[in-house]
């Protein structure tokens, strides 16, 4: 494959990460909005509408050659930085949605949209970060290689057994034994 072993190892810690901070997140808004379907389907839905816009983006904007590789290095320590300053941000939701509903008397409905909203946009930063990252690799990666097409496949399976690793390691054994904000 183009690009060797550092791709792949890079790739792989990528979709390791990313999952992590998403098993994390379920279980972080789990406490906001509880542990139901509700909090699933949001996370789910803002994550997946992040990563396919990320996507789209980039696919849709020509990237250079020369941006692809220093925007996904910029891109990649946007995500840790986000994932880090997760629980500040989720406190600050937390208090405004305590705010927004201790005196209120919303219907269920209205309460639910007010949490798919709250919690959705306060994930759908970095997954949209994270739909881009892979797109910008495998750019550069086509740039300096045609043939790098038989081998995208390939990348995507190694991303794939990062996110099945990090949601494992993550679900398992990070956040019993140190919490979030340590794994984070």
């Known amino acids: 494959m183009s690009g060797g072993r550092d791709v792949s190892r890079t790739v792989f810690w990528s979709g390791f990460a990313a999952l992590l901070y998403q098993v994390g997140w379920v279980k972080q808004l789990s406490v906001l909005m509880g542990n139901t379907a509700y909090t699933l389907t949001t996370i789910l839905i803002a994550f997946m509408t992040g990563l396919a816009l990320g996507s789209f983006l980039v ?4 990237t250079s050659k020369f941006l692809a590789i220093p925007g996904y290095i910029v891109i990649e320590i946007l995500i840790g930085c986000y ?7 989720f406190q600050k939701v937390q208090g405004f949605y305590q705010f927004l509903f201790l005196d209120q008397q919303f219907s269920f ?7 798919f909203l709250l919690c959705g946009l306060l994930i759908f930063f970095p997954t949209f970060l994270m739909g881009a990252t892979l797109p910008l690799l495998s ?15 390939r990348l995507y399976a190694v991303n794939s057994y990062g996110a099945f690793f990090g949601t494992i390691a993550c679900g398992y054994f990070l956040l019993p034994m140190f919490g979030y904000q340590k794994t984070a």
Do not use: C, N
């Open 109 to 115: 409905a209205t309460e639910i949209t007010y949490q």
């Open 83 to 89: 994932g880090i300053s997760f629980l500040y941000l």
């Open 59 to 62: 696919r849709f904007t020509k």
């Open 139 to 153: 750019e550069f990666l086509y740039r300096k290689d045609s043939s790098f097409t038989e081998d995208f496949g």
